[in-house]
Nanobody, 120 residues
């Protein structure tokens, strides 16, 4: 069994910074991809950023403000969020593609969600 446990988030003023962290635990053999999605009230869940062997992807609205990174030794992904705007307010979900053993296909896992609120 694999779990993704998130930490970070909270309330910040516009222009401020926050960091989200997500750690994969349990039966982790290999991680193909890790990333973050977000869902604002009344909107669909959208990809924010992801990191994989080939590099990184960001949604246009966060380019230059958010940075995604991985600590492979700790099976952790971080999202550094700077110059936050009210429109960044959402629940942020960690996402990963993980194989539990060498014979298993990689499966999609989700974290429980972390609230990020940007407001003055």
């Amino acid at each position: 069994q694999v779990q993704l446990v998130e930490s970070g988030g909270g309330l910040v003023q516009p222009g401020g910074s926050l960091r989200l962290s997500c750690a994969a635990s349990g039966s982790v053999f290999s991680i193909n991809l890790m990333g973050w999605y977000r869902q604002a009230p009344g909107k669909q869940r959208e990809l924010v950023a992801r990191i994989f062997s080939g590099g990184t992807d960001y949604v246009d609205s966060v380019k230059g403000r958010f940075t995604i990174s991985r600590d492979n030794a700790k099976n952790t992904v971080l999202l550094e969020m700077n110059s936050l705007k009210p429109e960044d307010t959402a629940v942020y979900y960690c996402h990963a593609l993980i194989a539990s053993n060498r014979y298993d296909f990689a499966r999609v896992y989700w974290g429980q969600g972390a609230q990020v609120t940007v407001s003055s």
